[in-house]
């Protein structure tokens, strides 16, 4: 069994090494994202994995990887919007992802996230950067007292449910379908009312059409002057200018964002002697009331492990028996 991983990271590899190991395998490695000009380092291999954040920039990818013999088209991600599944269907290959790598790494970030916000400890962070030690205006919120409106609550958005019910907050969610696990402590209620009620809105949608700039101009008008918002599900999922916008007039008091919309052109890139062009990135890390990371939210120690695991075990499965637990 061969199989060829693209853009692999320097962590990643001990994993890698570790199931190539318990099942005898060859797993070789690219830095690269599969693309048109990569593609023909897949020839020879029996299957095919990826993580990336560029789009498979044409069909022609996928019309070589079946003329090469893969069967499938593994992600070691939750997000499989980078594959055109009408193209990868045309070519008869299976498309698996990995939709719960770990729950809990995401939701962490969230509390974090929510902690460091409502303590304003970014604003004292600036405050302190410029010798200014004064307390004033900057009283924080005690956990237990919010409401926190999740939007998405599923595998990660439950577990963030958890974490916060743990903690004697309020918690409140929409989603298309309500989880009866859930039902106990979460109360269920349409978009509008979530954003005009929640304390801190937190976002954990997967990106499809419908959920495309689900939050925008209106929606973020909709929240409380005083509420902070959370995206650590996908950038497109908030409209970027419409966010810097409300941020600048005040509309809402804060924010912190993992992801943001053509986040390709900067994540895990060391830019630091670039000049960065991007406005919305440029504004967002100008903000004192702002919190900006690259795509870290799901970065953890278990969910590398899982990543890589299930995307390798789901491989193996298709080469077998020609299925896998995690198809698209």
Do not use: C
Not at 8 to 19: F, G, L
Not at 182 to 211: C, G, I, R
Not at 228 to 243: E, M, Q, W, Y
């Amino acid at each position: 069994m061969k199989i060829l991983m693209y853009s692999v990271r320097d962590d990643e590899q001990p994993a890698i090494k570790a199931w190539a190991q318990r099942h005898q395998a060859t797993v070789d490695t690219f830095d690269q994202d599969l693309n048109l000009a990569t593609v023909e380092r897949a020839k020879g291999y029996d299957g095919v994995v990826i993580v990336q954040h560029a789009k498979i920039d044409s069909e022609k990818v996928y019309q070589q990887l079946h003329d090469y013999g893969i069967k499938q088209l593994s992600l070691r991600s939750a997000g499989y919007d980078v594959v055109d599944l009408a193209a990868a269907q045309a070519n008869e290959l299976l498309v698996t992802n990995v939709p719960a790598y770990s729950p809990r790494s995401v939701a962490e970030y969230a509390l974090t996230q929510t902690m460091r916000l409502i303590r304003n400890l970014e604003l004292f962070d600036d405050r302190t950067a410029h010798h200014d030690f004064r307390w004033g205006g900057l009283m924080a919120h005690e956990v237990h007292t919010l409401t926190i409106g999740i939007i998405g609550a599923g595998r990660i958005g439950g577990t963030v449910a958890h974490l916060f019910h743990a903690l004697g907050a309020r918690v409140i969610a929409t989603d298309p379908v309500e989880n009866p696990e859930l039902a106990e402590f979460v109360t269920y209620m349409d978009q509008a009312s979530l954003l005009k009620t929640a304390d801190v809105v937190t976002l954990h949608t997967q990106l499809l059409p419908t959920t495309t700039h689900l939050i925008g101009a209106a929606q973020l008008a909709q929240m409380k002057p005083t509420a902070f918002l959370i995206n650590a599900s996908r950038g497109p999922v908030v409209d970027t200018p419409a966010l810097v916008a409300a941020l600048k007039e005040k509309q809402i008091a804060g924010a912190a964002i993992d992801v943001i919309e053509d986040e390709q052109e900067f994540n895990n890139r060391d830019l630091s002697e670039a000049k960065i062009t991007n406005p919305n990135v440029l504004a967002l890390q100008t903000m004192p009331n702002v919190i900006f990371t690259p795509h870290i939210a799901f970065y953890t120690n278990m969910a590398v492990q899982n990543m890589v695991d299930i995307s390798l075990d789901d491989v193996k499965s298709i080469l077998e028996t020609g299925q896998a637990q995690h198809q698209v």
